[in-house]
């Protein structure tokens, strides 16, 4: 198989740490763009890559912290009154919406063997990574009330 050399824009960000770590395990060169700004969030607005690097060399630092599930911790753990829980009128059996969760170490590995997959037609890959298994937020919020035995307070916020 041939190595490529690749270049990967976002490196300073979490997902791209990520796929330069899984393109290296497999024997690549990742070349590296970023102009360590926090990056447009809405790239991937509905990917909602979550996890930690099983081997603890990679980290996030959001400032401020917006994904769900640190913020739902934070909240059971005390470190902030409640969640805001903004949409309650979705087509949902909660009302609340539904996200496909991803680990962040699937989700860059999935990247790198992307630019192996064959493309025979030359229209390029289409490749759903999710898992297909859905959660509300409610649901994740309730998990995290369960499993960590401390009931999580919602603050029912408006959107403006």
């Not at 739902?72 to 609340?96: N, S």
């Not at 962040?104 to 992307?114: G, I, M």
């Not at 998990?143 to 029912?156: C, E, K, L, N, Q």
Request: negative net charge; hydrophobic residues 40%.
């Amino acid at each position: 198989m041939t190595r490529l050399a690749v270049l990967v824009t976002g490196r300073a960000g979490f997902v791209g740490g990520h796929t330069c770590k899984a393109l290296a395990k497999v024997g690549d060169l990742p070349v590296v763009c970023d102009d360590l700004s926090n990056g447009v969030q809405d790239a991937l607005r509905y990917f909602n890559a979550a996890g930690v690097d099983p081997d603890g060399e990679l980290g996030e630092n959001h400032r401020p912290e917006t994904p769900p599930i640190p913020l739902v911790l934070q909240a059971a753990h005390g470190k902030r009154p409640d969640i805001a829980m903004f949409g309650a009128d979705y087509d949902t059996p909660d009302e609340t919406c539904i996200r496909d969760y991803v680990h962040v170490s699937d989700l860059a590995e999935a990247h790198a063997l992307a630019l192996y997959a064959p493309r025979g037609d030359g229209e390029g890959l289409a490749a759903n990574l999710g898992t297909g298994r859905g959660c509300s937020v409610r649901e994740v919020i309730d998990t995290v009330g369960r499993v960590t035995g401390r009931p999580v307070a919602i603050r029912w916020a408006i959107h403006c």
